[in-house]
C-alpha cells in the first residue's frame, strides 16, 4: 500500500492567487490542478476538500469599475477598497476612500462558491450619500454616492442573503469621503422687483349746469 502524497503548499499557495484575480473557490482549486498536470492523489484530494470548506466561508469581495447596466451610472474619480476584515461574529467591513463628485464607488461581491445573493437589502443606510444593491452577471454590486460636495465620513450595513435557508452576511462599508475640486454651482440670485410709484388719484370732475333765465 503506498502512503499518501504529502500535501503541497505550492497548492494552496495557486489557489489564493486566483482567488484574488476573481475566481471562484472551485474555478481556482480545477485550474490549479489542471495546470498542475495529472490527476490527484488521495492527499492531494484530502488538501483540495480543506481549502474548499475553508473557501466556503469566505465570500469574494473586490472593488469592481461598475458595469453600468441601465445606462445613467458614472464612477467617481476616486474610489479605493481595502481588503475585508473579518471580526469574530462573522460580520465583514472594508474601507472605503471615494470623491463627492456626483459619482459613485462600486464593490462586487459573490458567494464563497461563486455566484451572486439570491436577496439583499441595506440597514442602516448611509447618512451622506445613497446606496444602491443590484445583481448583475452572476455577482452582486454595491454602489455608494456620497452626497456632492459632502466631506467626511459616512458608513452603512449591506445585508446578504444566500437563500436556500443559509444564514444571511453582513458586510459594512466604512467611507471616507473627500470634495477635493468639487465645485457646487451657486443658484442666481433672487432680485427683488423695483417698486413702481403709486398713481395719483384723481378728484372726481363735477359738471354743474345754469339754467339762464
Known amino acids: 500500500m503506498q502512503p499518501f502524497a504529502p500535501c503541497r ?29 495529472s490527476a490527484i492523489t488521495l492527499g492531494s484530494a484530502l488538501a483540495v476538500s480543506l481549502l474548499l470548506s ?22 467617481s474619480a476616486v474610489c479605493h477598497v481595502s481588503s475585508v476584515k473579518k471580526a469574530a461574529d462573522g460580520t465583514m467591513s472594508v474601507d472605503m476612500t471615494v470623491r463627492s463628485d456626483d459619482g459613485l464607488c462600486s464593490i462586487a ?56 435557508g443559509q444564514k444571511r452576511e453582513h458586510l459594512t462599508i466604512h467611507a471616507t469621503v473627500d470634495a477635493t475640486g468639487v465645485v457646487v454651482a451657486k443658484p442666481p440670485a433672487v432680485v427683488a422687483p423695483t417698486p413702481t ?15 339762464k333765465k
Open 9 to 37: 503548499p505550492a497548492l494552496h499557495a495557486n489557489v489564493c492567487l486566483l482567488r484574488k484575480r476573481g475566481l471562484s473557490c472551485h474555478d481556482a482549486l480545477e485550474l490549479t490542478v489542471r495546470l498542475r498536470g
Open 54 to 75: 475553508g473557501c466556503a466561508q469566505q465570500p469574494i469581495v473586490q472593488r469592481s469599475v461598475a458595469p453600468n447596466p441601465f445606462g445613467y451610472q458614472r464612477a
Open 109 to 164: 461581491i459573490q458567494q464563497p462558491l461563486g455566484g451572486n445573493y439570491a436577496s439583499f437589502g441595506v440597514n442602516p443606510p448611509p447618512s451622506h450619500g445613497k446606496a444602491f444593491l443590484y445583481n448583475y452577471d452572476g455577482k452582486t454590486y454595491v454602489d455608494y454616492t456620497p452626497a456632492t460636495a459632502y466631506a467626511g465620513t459616512d458608513s452603512f450595513t449591506a445585508e446578504l442573503i444566500p437563500g436556500n
Open 197 to 211: 410709484k403709486a398713481t395719483a388719484k384723481k378728484a372726481p370732475v363735477r359738471h354743474t349746469t345754469r339754467r
